[in-house]
């Protein structure tokens, strides 16, 4: 079975600075996606990013970037010149890429924006 | 708008008394999923279907049921609330290619008294 495990129940920023949230995952699989998610207080989930576990390049999206530790089993997403709007519960998220029926969620990172 | 729409978006009810949480997606998406969070634990997943008339257990299945009768629908079902299902359901869907990961709808806050 995999486990995700997010250590930080909670970070702060201050605004316009670059925060990092942890994320390591257990699995014997070798192929598999990797996600951050965040819901804001309106409870939506969003899909951040998105990691292919046979790619070796960091995923990137704008201000958010990933770094893929694949043997190292880490998988932490950076957020770069922080800004109120990304106050939120963050959810590193693990999936099979062979029948993958389901996304393994860890306990979520709360990150608060301070002005 | 490609979506996953889930109703109601809140609920309070009595134990023992049967509910159903509605879900519907417009994307055509073979793979439908149930989940809820609760804090500390994440989200779970309760059920999914990976099309219709295919159903299976997911992480915690006990006290619900589903139904896949059309490829877009995918309702759970309470037969018989009780206190602990108190929580923040989220319906989910996915495409058969899993790269893009699911697509949520906006969440069901319920309550068991």
């Known amino acids: 079975a995999q486990t995700v495990t997010q250590s930080q129940p909670e970070m702060s920023v201050q605004e316009a600075e670059t925060v990092t949230l942890s994320c390591t995952y257990d699995?014997?699989?070798?192929?598999?996606?990797l996600f951050w998610y965040k819901q804001p207080p309106s409870r939506q989930m969003i899909l951040v990013i998105r990691?292919?576990?046979?790619?070796?390049q960091n995923a990137t999206e704008n201000r958010f970037s990933v770094n893929f530790q694949k043997a190292a089993k880490s998988f932490s997403l950076k957020i770069s010149d922080s800004q109120l709007g990304d106050t939120a519960m963050y959810f590193c998220?693990?999936?099979?890429?062979?029948?993958?029926?389901?996304?393994?969620f860890g306990a979520g990172t709360i990150l608060r924006v301070k002005s | 708008e490609a979506q996953v729409t889930q109703n109601p978006r809140y609920l309070i009810t009595v134990t023992g008394k049967k509910l159903t949480v509605t879900c519907s997606q417009n994307?055509?998406?073979?793979?439908m999923s149930w989940y809820r969070q609760d804090p500390g634990l994440g989200l779970r997943q309760i059920y999914y279907?990976?099309?219709?008339?295919?159903?299976d257990k997911g992480d915690v299945p006990e006290g619900y049921k589903v139904s896949r009768k059309e490829k877009r629908n995918f309702p759970l079902i309470l037969e018989s609330p009780s206190p602990n299902q108190t929580s923040l359901y989220f319906c989910?869907?996915?495409?058969?290619?899993?790269?893009?990961?699911?697509?949520f709808g906006s969440g069901t806050r319920l309550t068991v008294v």
């Open positions: 989910a869907s996915r495409a058969r290619n899993g790269g893009y990961g699911y697509t």
């Open positions: 279907s990976m099309n219709v008339e295919v159903t």
């Open positions: 998220a693990f999936m099979k890429r062979r029948y993958g029926n389901k996304l393994v």
């Open positions: 994307m055509n998406h073979e793979y």
């Open positions: 990691q292919e576990a046979y790619k070796q």
């Open positions: 699995t014997s699989e070798n192929n598999y996606y």
